[in-house]
Structures are given as C-alpha cells and as structure tokens.
C-alpha cells in the first residue's frame, strides 16, 4: 500500500466514521441492498439513491420505498433532489420529523439531461442565490442533522461554480461538502480533475472537503487524499461490481474499527470475514467467491424488493461488472443476465471454475458508464444571467421531478 499521508478521523456533523470513505448515490445501484453487501466488506457511510424531494413531500409509494433502510443500517443517510427551497425544506422536515434520517446529501452534481433540463442537479449552482436559499431551506429544516452537498464543478469548462457555491453552502452551515471532479459537460468522460479537489480544500476550511472521482482502487483513494489534501473519498462507479473495494478501502485507511459490520455480527476478524486478502491488503477474490458475493446480492435484492422475480430482473445489470476480468464465457455471461430465480441463478453459478485466481490488472481499473462529452440540456436562456428569473422560477418549481432514484 501507498506509504501517503492518511487523513485524520472523519465526522459529518455529530456522526463519527471510523473510515473517511462514502458510497455515492447511484440510481437504480446504492438501494437498500447494496449498501447492505458494502458494509459486510467495509465501514463508511452509505447514501441512498436520489429521492426527489416533491415526491417525498406528497408520500408517493416508490420515494417511501427507497428511503427504507435495514436495521442493521445505523446511519441512515437520505439523498435529496429540489429544484424549489420551499419544497426541499418540507421535505427535510419531514425526514426529521418522522425519525427517517440521520444524514441528508443534497445533490447538486447529477450530469443526467433529464434533471439538468429542469435546472437541476449540476445545473443549479450557476443560480447562486437560488441554489444559496435551497441550502439554507433544507439546513435550517434539518436542524440537527447534519445535511451535506455534492456538487460538481460546474455546468462547463465556461460557467465553473463550485467555489462560489461551496462557500455559499458553507455559509449556510452544511456538514460537508463533496466534488465530483468534472463538469456536466463532461459527464463521466476522461479524468476527473482532481486538481479542483484541492482548490476546493483550500477555500473551504471549516468543514471536511471530500473527493470524488476516479477512484477504482484503494490505491486511487490514498493518492486523491496525498494530492489534494481532501478529508475523504466519495467512491462511485469504482464500486460496481466489486462491493469488497470498501474492504480494501478501509484496510488502506488503516482504521482499528474498520471491521466488516459482517464480522461483527458473527464475532469474527475482519480477514475470516472476508475474501481472502495479499500481502498488501488487497481483497482479490477467486471466481467462486466473486459468484458468492453476486449470490449474497441477489439475495438481499429480494429482501428489498420482496419479489424474486423483480430481485432476478435487477441484478441482470451487474454481471458484466462483477465478472468482469474473469474466464466466464459469453453463453454463461448471456444465461445469467436473463436469470428468472434464484435457482436458476444457483444451477448457472455451479457451473463456475470456483477455483480460478483473481485475474489481476483485467478486472481492475474503470468500470461503468463513461460516455463522451456533451452539451448540457439547460432550461432555456439558464446561462444568460446568475440570477432566476421570475419565469424560470415558476417553470422550474412546476418542473421538480417525481421520478425518485434519478
């Protein structure tokens, strides 16, 4: 492992995390299921996908589903969508008056048309006052818990915003604030530059600042922390596929009570909990173990969805990442993404070369959607002025999203 300088012991707020990493919301990825299969490898904090906050205001039956959290999940932390203070406080409001939360993100980094073209997610920074008073409305409403900004760098490299609004959130007392290193014009093409991490870090110096972008190793993670300074990583795509990176994570990171929450409920070491580790800590599981842990994923997407069937139709999207490197042919790759039950998923398994190796440097590195660069979908005449105009505010507070998860 890198010999870099570790970052001191991080909290959000009043909230302690033995390990200075998070789980980046994902749409349709970081449900109740997978943040369960990531905290048996690891420790951390583990954010929900994106709920919108309107239709968590107006009780929609998908918003209440996706802000249920295990009982095994003691820190739970919601991401909330607006496009509207009013209804980012209500929302908030309710989070805490109803016990469901014990952090809120709030996302200001979302590249997707879909959002960006109602003036939201990446977006909406470039209305500083509005994106100012929307922070404002959700921290004063959270009261004691601690809320939390992700943000981007801006909408392109012409209209960057992230400092500004870094120190506006900052200014409206936020708990933390993230940057994912890249403009929406970028998407998730090229490199994250990283080198606006450490911008931020600079500018911002009475919360934790944390990184976000590029981080497909533990490796990655010490180098992003020993270049930029940040506090912690915001790991993402890099996880797809290998929930025991956040093992790896918490190894690197050299934390006595980064212990799997696995291990600790059968009293067992981190190591016995665990895929087998090399001698510099790295969890590099063979392919039987990779087949458990998609396995153990199917399994608790059940529980989630309480449907086998749509459990099967869900995990058909991960098999590409959780085999990938590994010697499984196309036929059995093709079988196990049409998968209908779990039996069928158990017969396709069996028929795995469990005792094959790690594949060392083709199952490592980038991993997910990365697309090319392209220009942002923006409401109209967005970039004329910083400030809202009356028409657009009428348009984007009628346009608030409902369709929660992204």
Request: a neutral charge; aromatic letters at 6%.
């Amino acid at each position: 492992m890198s010999t870099a300088t570790l970052p001191a012991p991080l909290s959000i707020g009043p909230i302690p995390l033995s390990v200075p990493v998070v789980l980046a919301p994902m749409a349709g990825i970081t449900n109740t299921a997978f943040r369960r299969l990531c905290r048996e490898y690891g420790a951390g904090l583990y954010v929900s996908e994106m709920i919108t906050s309107r239709a968590l205001v107006e009780r929609t039956p998908e918003s209440m589903r996706l802000i249920r959290h295990h009982e095994s999940e003691t820190i739970r932390s919601v991401q909330l969508y607006s496009v509207d203070p009013v209804t980012a406080g209500e929302a908030a409001r309710f989070l805490v008056g109803e016990g469901l939360a014990d952090h809120i993100d709030m996302n200001f980094g979302c590249p997707v048309p879909k959002v960006t073209r109602k003036g939201g997610g990446a977006a909406l920074p470039w209305k500083l006052e509005h994106f100012r008073r929307i922070v404002e409305q959700t921290v004063q409403a959270a009261r004691d818990i601690p809320v939390t900004v992700k943000m981007r760098k801006g909408i392109d490299s012409d209209h960057l915003t992230y400092l500004e609004a870094a120190r506006a959130a900052e200014g409206a007392g936020v708990a933390a604030i993230a940057l994912h290193a890249r403009t929406a014009a970028e998407f998730y093409s090229g490199n994250a530059d990283w080198s606006a991490i450490g911008k931020l870090k600079e500018t911002i110096t009475s919360v934790p600042v944390l990184g976000n972008g590029d981080i497909w190793s533990a490796e990655d993670a010490l180098r992003m922390v020993d270049e930029t300074g940040c506090d912690g990583i915001v790991v993402g795509r890099g996880c797809l596929g290998r929930p025991w990176l956040f093992g790896d994570l918490a190894a690197a990171f050299g934390r006595a009570g980064a212990q799997s929450d696995a291990s600790r409920r059968r009293g067992a070491s981190a190591d016995e909990a665990l895929p087998r580790r090399s001698n510099e800590h790295r969890i590099q599981p063979s392919l039987g173990e990779v087949g458990d842990a998609f396995r153990r994923h199917a399994e608790l997407l059940v529980d989630f969805f309480d449907d086998e069937g749509r459990a099967c139709r869900d995990i058909r999207k991960h098999v590409a990442w959780y085999f990938k490197g590994y010697p499984v042919g196309g036929e059995l790759r093709a079988r196990l993404a049409s998968v209908e039950s779990l039996q069928q998923m158990d017969d396709l398994l069996g028929e795995l070369d469990r005792d094959q190796p790690y594949p060392g440097a083709p199952a490592e590195g980038q991993r997910g959607r990365a697309g090319t660069p392209k220009k942002p979908a923006l409401p109209e005449n967005w970039l004329a002025s910083r400030e809202m105009s009356t028409a657009q505010s009428a348009d984007v507070a009628a346009a608030e999203l409902h369709n929660s998860g992204g």
